[in-house]
């Protein structure tokens, strides 16, 4: 079956853009969740959906926000981009959730904000 | 909050074990295990279950100590294939988030 598919791939933007990152989970599954990925900081917790609804929140800034479709299919926006959310962005697709069965992770889409 | 994974990195020849630790300062439900490959996206290892329970695809062993919050990933024999960065991930509780470590990279050298 196909994986989970994240788009596009590589991003670059200039400081104060905004920008919207797609993630497509493996189908049937209601969970997609989102990482940032940093040299040294390991993957830090975005937001999870389930369901369409927004079942936990990370320790980001209101400038990061999310969403998922009725398809489960998922987005998230980063508005007033800064040098520091250069990172590479992970979606995760699970079943039932969080915690409930083994993840999985699309390749990501590195963004770099310049 | 983040878990914290010891040792950071770790070198090894083919052949050789190594033990990679988890711990949390919270109680824990569940410990997931991650490993990640240069330039790829991580992949699942390994879920210990508070109760004893396990769910894994690999020949990789591990444990979850419940009274202290730690867990452990055992490499024994290494190959080559078993480098990249190991995560491990924790959950508190079935509505908190799964909170990953910063990662552990270990290199196997023939």
């Known amino acids: 079956k196909a994986g989970v598919t994240q788009t596009p791939r590589y991003l670059i933007k200039t400081r104060g853009q905004q920008v919207t990152l797609s993630c497509s989970p493996i189908?049937?599954?209601?969970?997609v969740s989102w990482y940032q990925q940093t040299p040294g900081q390991g993957l830090q917790f975005l937001f999870e959906?389930?369901?369409?609804?927004?079942?936990n929140k990370g320790n980001f800034p209101g400038r990061f926000s999310g969403r998922q479709f009725s398809n489960s299919r998922s987005e998230m926006n980063v508005s007033t981009l800064e040098l520091g959310d250069s990172a590479l962005y992970l979606c995760?697709?699970?079943?039932?959730?969080?915690?409930?069965?083994?993840?999985?992770f699309g390749q990501g889409t590195r963004l770099t904000v310049v | 909050q983040q878990p914290v994974q010891s040792p950071q990195a770790v070198i090894l020849r083919e052949g050789e074990d190594a033990v990679i630790n988890c711990s949390s300062s919270?109680?824990?439900?569940?410990v997931h295990w991650y490993r990640q490959k240069h330039g790829e996206a991580p992949v699942f290892l390994m879920i210990?279950?508070?109760?004893?329970e396990q769910k894994g695809h690999e020949k990789i062993s591990a444990s979850f100590n419940e009274k202290k919050q730690q867990s452990s990933l055992y490499l024994t024999a290494s190959q080559l294939s078993y480098s990249g960065t190991y995560f491990c991930?924790?959950?508190?509780?079935?509505?908190?988030?799964?909170?990953f470590g910063k990662g552990t990279r270990l290199s196997v050298i023939a």
């Open positions: 995760a697709s699970s079943l039932d959730g969080q915690g409930y069965g083994e993840a999985f």
């Open positions: 189908s049937g599954h209601r969970s």
């Open positions: 959906y389930f369901s369409e609804t927004q079942r």
């Open positions: 919270k109680a824990l439900y569940s």
């Open positions: 210990l279950l508070k109760g004893g």
């Open positions: 991930g924790t959950l508190s509780s079935g509505n908190t988030p799964l909170v």
